[in-house]
């Protein structure tokens, strides 16, 4: 256990559904992450948060948007998502984004897009 | 631009020591990591380098060349458990990690 745990571990959506993951992170620290993990692919930094405001979003698609209401937890709403979303979404957080911090990451979400 | 590069899947016996090599090019440099990441499970961190040389953590070492852009982790006395995806990643000046794709290790008895 990281102390970052993640629901639901497993998602099948229509492209016409809407949905959201959720993260939560048990070790007091203040910065949150979302990444896309593909198949061979690096992992794919998307949102930070950072004392619950928004300071990264690398370019993603207006059909993820982020929620991110306290420092302990964060959402990933999807809405109209493509087939080629499908991939595992993970949560991970860190003390905060002063100088090199370790991430602690959750086990993730498994996306399947039909 | 930044980049990772990593084997895609090593191959290594029970009990034998293997090494996985890194290579990166970022914008700046703040440390560079290694997480494991079993099927199925989130990626747990392993070790963090920002000066030259090894540092050794029980059966896993991890090494840091800054002059030549290089790590390696080294895992001895190999385990049937050990069968998993090695994270390589670099911090930027920004203090953003830069992740490569990854190293699937298969441990074969």
């Known amino acids: 256990e990281t102390g970052v745990t993640q629901t639901p571990r497993h998602l099948v959506m229509g492209m016409t559904n809407k949905k959201s993951l959720k993260c939560e992170q048990h070790l007091g620290h203040n910065a949150m992450y979302w990444y896309k993990q593909s198949a061979k692919k690096p992992l794919e930094l998307m949102f930070v948060?950072?004392?619950?405001?928004?300071?990264e979003n690398n370019s993603v698609p207006s059909r993820f948007s982020p929620e991110c209401p306290n420092s302990s937890h964060l959402f990933l709403h999807l809405h109209t998502l493509q087939p080629e979303d499908s991939a595992l979404y993970l949560c991970a957080s860190s003390q905060d984004l002063e100088g090199a911090k370790t991430q602690y990451f959750g086990p993730g979400t498994r996306l399947l897009v039909l | 631009g930044q980049n990772i590069d990593q084997p895609t899947e090593m191959t290594a016996t029970e009990g034998a020591i293997v090494q996985i090599n890194c290579t990166y090019q970022t914008s700046g440099f703040n440390g560079l990591f290694w997480y494991q990441q079993h099927a199925g499970e989130a990626p747990t961190f392993l070790s963090y380098?920002?000066l030259d040389g090894l540092e050794e953590k029980g059966r896993f070492s991890s090494f840091l060349s800054r002059s030549k852009g290089y790590s390696y982790l080294l895992l001895k006395e190999l385990q049937m458990k050990d069968s998993a995806s090695y994270l390589c990643?670099?911090?930027?000046?920004?203090?953003?990690?830069?992740w490569g794709a990854g190293t699937k290790l298969i441990i074969k008895p």
């Open positions: 380098n920002v």
């Open positions: 990643a670099a911090m930027d000046s920004n203090y953003q990690l830069i």
């Open positions: 948060y950072n004392f619950k405001e928004q300071t």
